[in-house]
């Protein structure tokens, strides 16, 4: 099967990395490609065009994905951007498409990061410096996961890779990096219901 995701970022960045990541864990028999659209406003313009694209091209089954938060100025919530969304998606003729998921991630990418403590405290930890980070449970919940991380690295200052990072959360470098540390079971991350949706959305047969 051939699995499309619509995201936001740009080719190569952090969205399309963890995703693509994610998804060939999950469901490793399936041929998996994100398709990263930039900002929210640009994805929620372009979903509708892009999906019906995707499946006239061949693919199996589409996955639209984005982070609510920041608002980018729009009304609060993932209702509001589910119906956006849909108008796109109504105009392209794909609003009742049965192999079509919309997966709004609480608050951003960085909570399904955040989430697992074993996978940052891998990461992090190096021989002369251990490191130990506790699960953030309910971490769809934290009101800025980015800024968390930030500290974190921040906290602990450990270069890592092939470029000293020195402490500094990149993420287009350090997202793959938490995520591949992600226990085979996803951990804390696996209750997450955001992150359920992604899993529940790729396994279903439609």
């Not at 105009?91 to 049965?98: K, N």
């Not at 951003?108 to 992090?124: N, P, T, V």
Request: charged content about 20%; glycine content about 8%.
């Amino acid at each position: 099967m051939k699995v499309g995701i619509i995201c936001e970022g740009r080719l190569g960045g952090e969205d399309a990395q963890v995703f693509e990541h994610f998804a060939k864990r999950i469901a490793p028999q399936d041929a998996v490609r994100a398709f990263p659209q930039g900002n929210k406003p640009e994805l929620i313009a372009n979903a509708g065009n892009v999906a019906a694209n995707l499946f006239a091209t061949g693919y199996d089954k589409v996955l639209i994905m984005w982070d609510i938060e920041p608002r980018w100025g729009r009304p609060d919530g993932e209702h509001q951007d589910t119906q956006d969304i849909h108008v796109s998606l109504t105009s392209a003729g794909m609003e009742a498409h049965p192999c079509l998921f919309l997966i709004g991630i609480h608050k951003e990418l960085e909570a399904w990061l955040l989430a697992d403590g074993s996978a940052l405290s891998k990461l992090l930890s190096t021989t002369a410096h251990p490191v130990k980070i506790k699960d953030t449970k309910n971490a769809d919940q934290v009101a800025n996961p980015k800024k968390h991380l930030e500290k974190l690295f921040a906290k602990h200052n450990v270069p890592f890779g092939p470029q000293p990072m020195q402490g500094a959360y990149q993420p287009k470098l350090a997202a793959i990096r938490i995520a591949e540390q992600i226990p085979a079971n996803f951990g804390q991350l696996g209750k997450l219901g955001s992150f359920k949706k992604f899993g529940q959305s790729l396994t279903r047969v439609c």
